[in-house]
């Protein structure tokens, strides 16, 4: 059998763990900045605490687990139902009852609402780790992937709005990401299925106006006068998404405000957008983002590249009454963020933003030139370690031109060597690959040399 991976996962070389682990750290740095503590739940979740939190279609990527076993006791004819109950995507306790998560902010919010009484609020959390979607693999699109969010919950101030607003935007400056950070708000989309009129669902509208990037106004038109929009809700729609077109930030804010009158929603909205914007002017309201989620609430966060086309590299909102859906009475106002570490990579990749040495440790390669000398070598690599110095003993007594070549491939900084005249006049030779520079020196001296390049 030729060895294959899962369609939509990968594996990750050395090189490429390092490269995320740069990504990563620039994140984190961030987030311990703002006060952001972290936080790690399970890999999955009772089938329950994800299903139905993230409308039809995010249901239908949920990775469901099958139980680990039948009753013996069950018909077959029965156990065969249970089976095509899932596959018609049904739920059935008896064939499945956990699934992997598929975001973290659900397992978040299930967290909170279990440990309510036991947590200081305002909550300030981030978290990275692992979700996987049932999606079909493409650019920028995995199974299984890496998350990075940072949440607060507790407070229902804009100025979290703020706060994770110029995380975005000091991350994607670090990383020299040339990026748009859109915003807009729920309220106003809310504002726009009332006015579309009360029998039109505000999640239909969501769905289609989310596609205008990929399927295009006429299309986006089509399917709501699929799901039977009239034409006068048509006309709605078309003078809210041609608000876009605008070039700035107050003249959309003031069309929409003519279209959606005095809608208290809209309102609303609106004037939560301006108190946002007065602190980050760099923030562009697009009035199309309409995230498919059913539980934002207000705030809705996107981050695009501008040079690289591959969807979104963040996004998030707010959701002021999420926790409600695990039975704590008491409402919990919340907003987060989250970065898509993986799309964040391949935009990195492709334009070739990644620092030439990712990491800023010096590494060094001790040629090894026999078992006579492996007790002195040993001797030097441990008080080389005792600098945090990172020091590879190369394991067996290869050609000299062999272990340079090892060095070169592997870009070590260093190569140091220590024979026979070494181990005589307790010295070493380092050679350094870059500048082709060569010591004969002392231990300390060799150490001293390191740091300081």
């Keep these: 059998m030729k060895p294959a991976i899962p369609q939509g996962t990968r594996d990750f070389d050395a090189a490429t763990i390092y490269k995320r682990e740069y990504i990563l750290d620039i994140i984190k740095e961030q987030f311990v900045l703002h006060g952001f503590e972290p936080l790690e739940t399970p890999a999955f979740e009772k089938l329950e605490t994800l299903m139905g939190k993230y409308g039809d279609e995010g249901d239908k990527l949920i990775f469901k687990i099958l139980n680990n076993g039948l009753d013996k006791k069950d018909n077959p004819d029965a156990v065969r139902q249970n ?5 018609s995507g049904k739920n059935d306790s008896k064939i499945t009852q956990r699934a992997l998560k598929y975001d973290l902010t659900i397992p978040f ?22 979700v996987w979607r049932a999606d079909r693999p493409q650019k920028g699109r995995y199974r ?60 239909t509208l969501a769905i289609a106006i989310d596609k205008l990037d990929k399927i295009g106004l006429e299309k986006v038109l089509d399917e709501l006068r699929k799901r039977e929009l009239t034409e ?32 208290e929603n809209g309102k609303e909205g609106i004037e939560e957008l301006k108190t946002v914007l007065a602190t980050c002017p760099y ?83 001790l040629i090894n030139f026999g078992t006579e000398y492996v007790a002195g070598l040993s001797k030097i690599s441990g008080v080389l370690r005792g600098k945090n110095i990172s020091c590879t ?53 060799a150490i001293e040399i390191i740091q300081k390049s």
């Design 283 to 365: 923030l562009n309201i697009d009035f199309t983002l309409a995230r498919g989620l059913d539980y934002y609430t207000g705030s809705i966060f996107e981050v695009k590249p501008t040079d690289v086309k591959i969807g979104s590299i963040g996004g998030g909102g707010r959701y002021d009454d999420l926790t409600s859906l695990f039975g704590l009475k008491e409402s919990v106002a919340g907003v987060g963020v989250s970065f898509g570490v993986d799309r964040i990579y391949d935009v990195l990749e492709e334009s070739k933003l990644f620092p030439e040495k990712i990491s800023n440790r010096k590494t060094v390669l």
């Design 144 to 203: 299984e992937f890496t998350q990075c969010d940072a949440d607060i919950v507790g407070s229902g101030s804009l100025l979290n709005e703020i706060e994770l607003s110029n995380i975005y935007k000091n991350v994607f400056e670090k990383l020299n990401i040339p990026v748009e950070i859109c915003i807009n708000n729920r309220k106003v989309l809310t504002a726009l299925s009332q006015l579309c009129g009360p029998e039109n669902s505000m999640t």
């Design 83 to 87: 089976f095509e109950n899932v596959l």
């Design 232 to 263: 006068d809700a048509i006309e709605i729609v078309k003078k809210y998404l041609a608000t876009q077109e605008l070039s700035t930030n107050e003249e959309k804010l003031e069309n929409i405000a003519t279209l959606l009158g005095e809608n």
């Design 393 to 445: 003993l190369f394991p067996d007594a290869k050609k000299i031109d062999k272990q340079f070549k090892y060095a070169n491939r592997k870009n070590f900084d260093y190569v140091l060597l220590y024979g026979e005249d070494e181990q005589e006049k307790n010295t070493v030779q380092l050679k350094n690959l870059t500048s082709g520079e060569q010591s004969n020196c002392s231990v300390d001296e």
């Design 109 to 130: 919010a299930r967290y909170v609402a279990m440990n309510y009484g036991k947590l200081a609020m305002p909550l300030k959390r981030f978290q990275i780790q692992n």
